[in-house]
């Protein structure tokens, strides 16, 4: 998959999005791919955490404009343009609502239009400091269409969603941390080092726990607090009969540092 590599190593499965020629723009085969990897991520239990980033200068630019330019020229239809998101682009944002395991996306350069949205998509986002962000459709005359008008009000709230979206200017990594759009700011060459750092401690970690803790998050965004309270309490209860919480309880008990199995 020479579009899109995906290796494993301790427990943490790192995918690189790799056209670095042409600012990492998404093509059918590497988003057929990207679907593929996130779903071993899913259903492997030895993997307990995912980093995403992409190879050279540049995170993501989207879609690739050169590309659609082509295909409007040559007739595209509206039911074409909305086929191509429903059947492609939008499959990564619904298969990454099935994995429950820490995604950590590593932010190398900038990221622009749907390259942004799926940067959006991470539990957590780190910035190198040369990393930059816009919601750049507005520049196409287009609008955005991998669900960044839903995921950037969430985070950073709606007038400077509106402005990011309305205008298309970039936004640089220190702003961006500032506003909340990324959990840090690192100097490049420890950005993946850290990101990985991350997501190691994630993977050595109670995995049950952590797990259920995404879920929790998620269900909260669209529950009442008292359903959130019930919920909490049916994943207290799952917790508590697992491997990793009696180890942590005796490992304090005994001070000293749990292992954790991951059951």
């Known amino acids: 998959m020479s579009e899109l590599l995906f290796e494993t190593t301790g427990g943490i499965a790192t995918i690189t999005l790799n056209r670095p020629d042409s600012g990492n723009a998404f093509t059918l085969e590497m988003l057929a791919d990207w679907e593929k990897v996130l779903r071993v991520c899913i259903a492997d239990d030895a993997i307990r ?20 330019a082509r295909v409007a020229a040559g007739g595209q239809t509206a039911w074409d343009r909305g086929q191509y998101l429903v059947n492609h682009v939008h499959r990564i944002p619904l298969t990454l609502q099935e994995l429950d395991k820490p995604y950590i996306v590593a932010v190398n ?13 991470g539990d957590l986002r780190f910035a190198a400091e040369s990393a930059r962000f816009a919601e750049s459709y507005i520049k196409v005359g287009f609008v955005a269409g991998d669900g960044g008008a839903w995921m950037l009000p969430r985070l950073i709230g709606t007038p400077k969603a509106l402005e990011m979206l309305w205008t298309g200017d970039f936004v ?10 990324v959990n840090k700011v690192l100097p490049d060459e420890e950005l993946l080092p850290h990101s990985m ?3 190691e401690r994630l993977a050595s970690g109670p995995t049950v726990a952590i797990r259920l803790m995404k879920r929790m998050v998620r ?10 309270l019930t919920y909490a309490a049916s994943c207290t209860g799952i917790v508590a009969g697992t491997e990793d919480y009696r ?8 001070k000293r540092k749990p292992v954790f199995k991951g059951r």
């Open 49 to 68: 955490a995912v980093v995403l980033t992409g190879a050279g200068r540049i995170f993501c630019s989207g879609g690739d404009v050169k590309r659609m």
């Open 247 to 254: 180890e942590a309880t005796a490992a304090f008990a005994e």
């Open 219 to 228: 269900q909260g965004a669209n529950s009442s607090f008292a359903e959130a």
């Open 172 to 181: 640089l990594a220190a702003e961006a941390e500032r506003i909340g759009l």
């Open 197 to 199: 750092a991350m997501a």
């Open 109 to 121: 350069g900038a990221a622009t239009g749907a390259g942004m949205d799926m940067a959006l998509m």
